[in-house]
């Protein structure tokens, strides 16, 4: 049955007075050509040349022959649209045997081309659908496709578009539920804000030492800590210069012999001047804490804060301002 129907369209295409004046016509020559490869079976091939022929220049002759190698290729949807397409062409060019030939083609296609009913949100709008790259019509919420494996997209107004993959047998029905992820609004970009307006410049009370008081402070730490190096010196060249000598009460009592000799008295040297050093350095330090403390206090800053102040390894010594 498939093949009579490719004979008669060749036959038909073949006895068009326009294609036989128009041999040099590209697209009576691809129609001659499909022709050709239908008689021998050759569906696809001669499917390519009857989609090219028509592209060309479409006639009633020409579609029928697409839609009929379509058919024998198991393309059913695609036949039917074609088949379709070659009825109304039909009409148009009074071309009534292929019309009626068309008509025959349906009645016995309809059955076999799988449909897809669509079951989309109620409040979706302009909704369309594709397969691949190629639109699909959406005929009262169904489509119709191809036996075979697809990529489906539906898309609507608003909406990210649907993408489902699925796979048709000939003559399957089956319902689709379409659901579409709702797209978030971009944001808009929040309001410049107000210009403010400078506010008056307020003075705060300071709570803590003025800068001055705590350079004298620092000045007070360092000079106590070189006071209490130069103490531990003095006391280490008096126990140097103490060796061979009798303690005597608060003293030393040391033999003329030690008291001549030069080593003796140069540790006894080193001594005193440790100890005049220190003395100076201890006394800068406390005039420097106690000049620090007093401008503080006349600075107005805050009497709770404390410091406290490690001299050297043997001497601590806290403030309180």
Same mark, same amino acid.
């Given at each position: 049955?498939?093949?009579?129907?490719?004979?008669?369209?060749?036959?038909? /295409?073949?006895?068009?007075?326009?294609?036989?004046?128009?041999?040099?016509?590209?697209?009576?020559?691809?129609?001659?050509?499909?022709?050709?490869?239908?008689?021998?079976?050759?569906?696809?091939?001669?499917?390519?040349? *009857?989609?090219?022929?028509?592209?060309?220049?479409?006639?009633?002759?020409?579609?029928?022959?697409?839609?009929?190698?379509?058919?024998?290729?198991?393309?059913?949807?695609?036949?039917?649209?074609? *088949?379709?397409?070659?009825?109304?062409?039909?009409?148009?060019?009074?071309?009534?045997?292929?019309?009626?030939?068309?008509?025959?083609?349906?009645?016995?296609?309809?059955?076999?081309?799988?449909?897809?009913?669509?079951? /989309?949100?109620?409040?979706?709008?302009?909704?369309?659908? $594709?397969?691949?790259?190629?639109?699909?019509?959406?005929?009262?919420?169904?489509?119709?496709?191809?036996?075979?494996?697809?990529?489906?997209?539906?898309?609507?107004?608003?909406?990210?578009? *649907?993408?489902?993959?699925?796979?048709?047998?000939?003559?399957?029905?089956?319902?689709?539920?379409? $659901?579409?992820?709702?797209?978030?609004?971009?944001?808009?970009?929040?309001?410049?804000?107000?210009?403010?307006?400078?506010?008056? $410049?307020?003075?705060?009370?300071?709570?803590?030492?003025?800068?001055?008081?705590?350079?004298?402070?620092?000045?007070?730490?360092?000079?106590?800590?070189?006071?209490?190096?130069?103490?531990?010196?003095?006391?280490?060249?008096?126990?140097?210069?103490?060796?061979?000598?009798?303690?005597?009460?608060?003293?030393?009592?040391?033999?003329?012999?030690?008291?001549?000799?030069?080593?003796?008295?140069?540790?006894?040297?080193?001594?005193?001047?440790?100890? /005049?050093?220190?003395?100076?350095? *201890?006394?800068?330090?406390?005039?420097? /804490?106690?000049?620090?403390?007093?401008?503080?206090?006349?600075?107005?800053?805050?009497?709770?804060?404390?410091?406290?102040?490690?001299?050297?390894?043997?001497?601590?010594?806290?403030?309180?301002?």
């Amino acid at each position: 049955m498939r093949v009579s129907f490719a004979l008669v369209a060749a036959v038909l /295409l073949l006895a068009t007075p326009a294609v036989a004046q128009e041999a040099a016509d590209p697209a009576a020559q691809l129609y001659l050509e499909g022709a050709d490869l239908a008689s021998r079976g050759e569906w696809s091939l001669a499917r390519d040349k *009857f989609q090219a022929a028509v592209a060309l220049r479409a006639t009633a002759v020409g579609s029928f022959n697409l839609a009929q190698a379509e058919r024998n290729l198991g393309l059913v949807a695609s036949a039917k649209r074609h *088949f379709i397409s070659a009825r109304a062409l039909a009409e148009r060019e009074g071309a009534d045997d292929v019309r009626r030939l068309a008509d025959e083609a349906l009645a016995s296609l309809g059955p076999r081309v799988p449909r897809v009913a669509l079951r /989309l949100p109620r409040d979706a709008a302009k909704v369309e659908a $594709r397969v691949g790259d190629r639109p699909v019509e959406i005929v009262e919420g169904e489509i119709e496709l191809d036996p075979g494996s697809h990529r489906l997209t539906i898309t609507a107004a608003g909406e990210k578009p *649907f993408v489902h993959d699925l796979r048709l047998a000939e003559g399957e029905r089956r319902a689709l539920e379409v $659901r579409f992820e709702r797209q978030r609004p971009k944001a808009s970009p929040p309001p410049p804000a107000p210009a403010k307006r400078a506010a008056p $410049r307020v003075e705060s009370a300071r709570s803590g030492p003025p800068t001055g008081a705590i350079v004298l402070a620092g000045v007070g730490v360092a000079s106590l800590s070189v006071g209490a190096v130069l103490h531990v010196r003095r006391n280490d060249k008096l126990d140097d210069a103490a060796a061979g000598c009798t303690r005597t009460g608060a003293g030393w009592s040391c033999p003329s012999s030690l008291e001549n000799d030069p080593a003796h008295r140069e540790l006894k040297d080193d001594a005193s001047r440790a100890e /005049l050093w220190r003395n100076v350095a *201890f006394g800068v330090g406390a005039s420097a /804490l106690v000049a620090g403390g007093v401008w503080w206090a006349l600075d107005g800053g805050s009497s709770e804060q404390r410091v406290a102040v490690s001299v050297g390894t043997t001497t601590r010594v806290r403030w309180r301002f």
